[in-house]
């Protein structure tokens, strides 16, 4: 059962910027796409990015294009999140998960693992 952990979250300034990472582990990352979501208490879960199984596609919602990126290193099993100029409506708990498909990256697959979730808060 592959098995997911977010890291890298905290409390940073605005236009600050913030490295996510998840981590697999009981199998591997490679025939898998990757998403992030995110949620806020009492809202409903965005899609944040999502990167294809071979880091070929990427996919981002409308409100972090040109701000975050997306990239995967299948060796170490991690995908990782590059947040930039970070506003405060970026606050939320930023869950990754796993698609076992070699589809493009979109965020309609069938997400079946998903991680425990950081933390992120945009405050000065």
């Known amino acids: 059962q592959l098995q997911l952990v977010e890291s890298g979250g905290g409390l940073v300034q605005p236009g600050g910027s913030l490295r996510l990472s998840c981590a697999a582990s009981?199998?591997?990352?490679?025939?898998?796409?990757i998403g992030w979501f995110r949620q806020a208490p009492g809202k409903e879960r965005e899609a944040v990015s999502c990167?294809?199984?071979?880091?070929?596609?990427?996919n981002f919602a409308d409100s972090v294009k040109g701000r975050f990126t997306i990239s995967r290193d299948n060796a170490k099993s991690t995908v990782y999140l590059q947040m930039n100029s970070l506003k405060s409506e970026d606050s939320d708990v930023y869950y990754c998960?796993?698609?076992?498909?070699?589809?493009?990256?979109?965020?309609?697959?069938?997400?079946?693992?998903w991680g425990q979730g950081t933390q992120v808060t945009v405050s000065s």
């Open positions: 998960a796993a698609a076992p498909t070699r589809r493009v990256c979109d965020f309609i697959v069938k997400w079946m693992f």
């Open positions: 009981g199998g591997t990352l490679e025939d898998h796409a």
């Open positions: 990167i294809s199984y071979s880091g070929a596609s990427t």
